[in-house]
């Protein structure tokens, strides 16, 4: 029986309600005057449910594609102005107990290289991200309770956060690992974590024990529930996502809808940010053999119609997406994005040798960061290493109102404009450089409030003298 409020998966991600969400948006895919009023409600930015944005999925009519694009940029505008938030991962270990058949971490892969990562190394790998101007990092970590248990994950964090080389600083952990325990959830708040990011993978129950045969993970309610013992121990910011060509990308984009409306009704907030990664080449995996790929056109359609049904949740995507993909659905809602990101584990400091291959998928963009920071420039996007919402305590519903009361562009305008000129002070080319200080000239003049412009032009030129780290 659905039901957004239960805390059991089959109840708030039920089947028969996504199968009758797919059989109305069927019925529904040529009704243009029920497509126009879903695009109407749209265009006031309260949303959609999972059945209006399933029928506008569906809908195939060019026009009223073209009308989805047209708004889905501009909730974008609205919302996130023009700042793109950067980050990268960190891999800190692929030893893993699962079966999962899309990575390569699975336990029966023999041929992968397995590793882990010391403190010390740990320690260098930050230092060169910091040498790049990262601020942000994602750490990853395949599910082993003896090799990767919560007490390492914690120590890499505490590590992550203390290492301070020149005028470097990760500012802000994220954390990707397996579903855990309540009492697990509460140790990361406490260590000051950013998002949980939990991946569904897929919300097709029956795919998805397919999928995970054995392992912790083959639990499909414990690992669907997950984001529900993450805020129940502390943490305000989780993360959603589905691995799209695993399961019919129709029904993954119903459950997601879904797994958004149940944070909110149950917790008042929904989640902090979508990712949408797509099944990529791997050690031991070939992504032919999962029969849901999508093409990039039905790809950028699902981008665009997640940023109008859920206009407050932050999208991201990764360097599985090659440079030409990213550059178009940026365009259609995506507020942050990595760079010059290594999926192996370990690799920043020193490339892996190509015999001791332990990466979890093969990169697309493969750019450093300074190219894609200047990419982004010239493609007229701010590159923003802000870190300040979590730090100053705007999480969860807090940050939601931030967003609703349209004082985004009085506080991360300002805050994106200083983290880039920390970067383009600290660790940027030349060329980069001088794109990046006409931005911030003409961009100073788009902070509404004539006080914060002020106090933020003060900040820069104290930037520009060694100054580090302001905020709103
Ligand atoms: N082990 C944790 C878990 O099970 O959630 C951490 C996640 S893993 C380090 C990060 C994500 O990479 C996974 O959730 C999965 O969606 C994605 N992934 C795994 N194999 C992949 C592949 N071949 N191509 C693209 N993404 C992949």
Redesign the pocket.
């Known amino acids: 029986m659905y039901n957004p409020k239960s805390l059991k998966a089959e109840e708030f991600i039920d089947d028969d309600e996504i199968k009758e969400t797919l059989a109305y948006a069927d019925a529904n895919k040529d009704n243009f005057e029920l497509i126009d009023s879903i695009l109407e409600k749209a265009k006031r930015l309260k949303g959609l449910s999972h059945r209006e944005a399933s029928v506008l999925l569906a809908c195939e009519d060019a026009d009223r594609i073209e009308k989805m694009y047209a708004l889905a940029e501009q909730i974008k505008k609205d919302f996130y102005g023009n700042r793109i938030v950067m980050f990268a991962p960190l891999?800190s270990s692929n030893y893993?107990i699962?079966g999962?058949k899309?990575?390569?971490?699975h336990i029966a892969n023999k041929h992968i290289a397995r590793k882990k990562l010391t403190q010390e190394e740990i320690r260098k790998e930050v230092i060169a991200l910091q040498d790049m101007g990262h601020k942000r990092l994602a750490i990853?970590?395949?599910?082993d309770p003896q090799n990767n248990p919560i007490e390492y994950i914690l120590e890499c964090i505490k590590t992550i956060y203390s290492i301070k080389h020149k005028n470097g600083a990760i500012r802000r952990v994220n954390v990707?690992?397996?579903?855990t325990t309540v009492e697990e959830y509460r140790m990361l708040a406490d260590a000051g974590i950013g998002t949980y990011i939990?991946?569904q993978?897929t919300y097709n129950k029956k795919s998805y024990e397919e999928l995970h045969p054995y392992g912790p993970?083959s639990n499909y309610a414990y690992h669907t529930e997950a984001m529900d013992r993450a805020m129940e121990g502390g943490i305000d910011d989780v993360g959603l996502?589905v691995?799209f060509g695993l399961e019919l990308y129709r029904y993954e984009f119903a459950g997601l809808l879904m797994h958004a409306e149940h944070l909110e009704a149950v917790h008042g907030v929904g989640p902090h940010t979508i990712s949408v990664?797509?099944?990529?080449?791997?050690d031991d995996?070939d992504?032919d053999t999962f029969d849901n790929g999508i093409d990039d056109d039905t790809f950028a359609k699902i981008c665009a119609l997640i940023r109008i049904s859920v206009p407050y949740t932050g999208m991201i995507i990764s360097t599985?997406e090659s440079q030409q993909v990213r550059e178009k659905v940026i365009r259609l809602g995506v507020s942050q994005i990595s760079g010059a990101s290594r999926t192996s584990v370990g690799g920043y400091y020193e490339p892996e040798p190509e015999e001791e291959n332990s990466e979890?998928?093969d990169v697309s963009d493969k750019r450093t960061l300074d190219e894609v920071v200047k990419w982004l420039m010239e493609l007229g996007y701010i590159p923003s290493f802000c870190t300040a919402c979590y730090r100053e305590g705007r999480t969860g519903d807090r940050f939601m109102s931030l967003c609703k009361s349209g004082q985004i562009q009085n506080c991360c305008h300002p805050n994106a404009l200083m983290t880039l000129k920390e970067f383009l002070c600290d660790y940027a080319s030349e060329d980069t450089r001088k794109i990046g200080e006409a931005l911030i000239d003409a961009e100073l003049a788009n902070i509404p409030r004539e006080k914060v412009r002020e106090v933020c032009r003060e900040n820069l030129m104290n930037i520009e003298k060694g100054m580090r780290d302001f905020r709103f």
């Open positions: 891999y893993c699962n999962c899309y990575c390569p971490y990853e970590a395949g599910e990707n690992i397996a579903a939990l991946f993978e993970k996502g691995l990664p797509r099944v990529k080449h791997a995996i992504p599985r979890q998928f």
